[in-house]
C-alpha cells in the first residue's frame, strides 16, 4: 500500500552508490508482468523495505527513509480503513514475513504469475521482494519444477481455478494446496533441470518472455528446431509426473489439441479427464484419511 516505496534501477544504484549499507534495504521488485515478459524474468524495478523494523532504526537509513516519508507518508496517513497503515506508514501494510521466514534458507524459488495464460512457474532467486501478484513455491528442487510444469499440474489449475478476461486466476488454496502430490522421482529432477536450462536458453536467445515462448510452442505452425526441443522437454516431464503417480497405463501421445484456453500442445482431452479423475480419487482419499490435500 504505496506505491511510493518503488524505484527505478537508476534510483537504487545510486543509492546503493552513495552508501552500500543501504543494501540492507533495496531489493529488486519482482511482478508478475516481468516474469511473464521479460526473457531473464527479471524484476525491472527495485523497492524500499523496511522489513518489520520499529521507525527509529529505520532512520538509521536517512537517504532511503526520507524518500519514503515524502512518497509514502502522505498518502498512508489518509487511509480510513487501516489504523495499521497510517501509524506504520514506513512499513508494507502486508509484509507476508511468514514466506520470508520461510525461503530465508533458499538460494532459489518456484514462482508464477497468480494471473496468466501461460501457468508456467520458473526457478528465479531469493533475495528479492515478491508482488502479491505473484504465488510463491518454497522450493527449489527441479523435480516440483517438473511438476509444476507439467500437464497435469495445468488440467488440475484450470479445472479449479477461475479465469479473468481469459486468463486463469491461479489461486493457491483452491490449486495446489488441494493437489495430491506424487513421490518425487530422479526422472522428474532430471526433466525439471532440462526444463530449467533449454526454457532458459531459448528466451534469452529470443529475446522472449514466457508468454510470447509458450505461444510459440502452442502454435503447430511453428516448427523451429529450438520450439520443438522444448515441446520434446515437456514430453519428458508429462512421462515423469504420470510414471511418479504410477499411471503406467496411461497414453501420452502428446498433440495440439483443441480446448477452451486455445489450441495447447498437450495431452489428449480424454488422458486429461482421466488425470483430473484420478487426482479426485486420491484427493478424496487423502482427506478421508487426514491427508493435507483435500477440496474445500
Known sequence: MGKGFLLSPEQAEDLLQRNPRNKDVLFPYLNGEDLNSRPDCSASRWVINFHDWPEERAREYSEVFA???????PERLKVKHSKNAREKWWLYERSRPELYSKISGLDRVLVV?????????????????????????????????????????YSWAITRGSSLKGDLRYTPSDIYE?????????AMATAGINLDQVRRSIML????????????????NVIDSDIQDLRAVHVEIDRAVLRAYEWHDLNVHHDFVATRQGTRFSLPQSVRTEVIDRLLELNHAQRAGGGESMLF
Open 205 to 220: 536467445r529470443r529475446g522472449v518472455g514466457l508468454t510470447t515462448l509458450y505461444r510459440l510452442v502452442h502454435d503447430l
Open 178 to 186: 488441494t493437489l495430491p502430490l506424487p513421490t518425487c522421482s530422479s
Open 67 to 73: 524518500i519514503v516519508e515524502r512518497n509514502v507518508k
Open 113 to 153: 504469475a497468480l494471473v496468466s495464460r501461460t501457468v508456467m512457474p520458473v526457478s528465479v532467486p531469493t533475495g528479492q521482494v515478491f508482488s502479491h501478484m505473484l504465488g510463491v513455491f518454497a522450493a527449489s528442487d527441479p523435480a516440483y519444477l517438473a511438476l509444476l510444469n507439467s500437464n497435469i499440474h
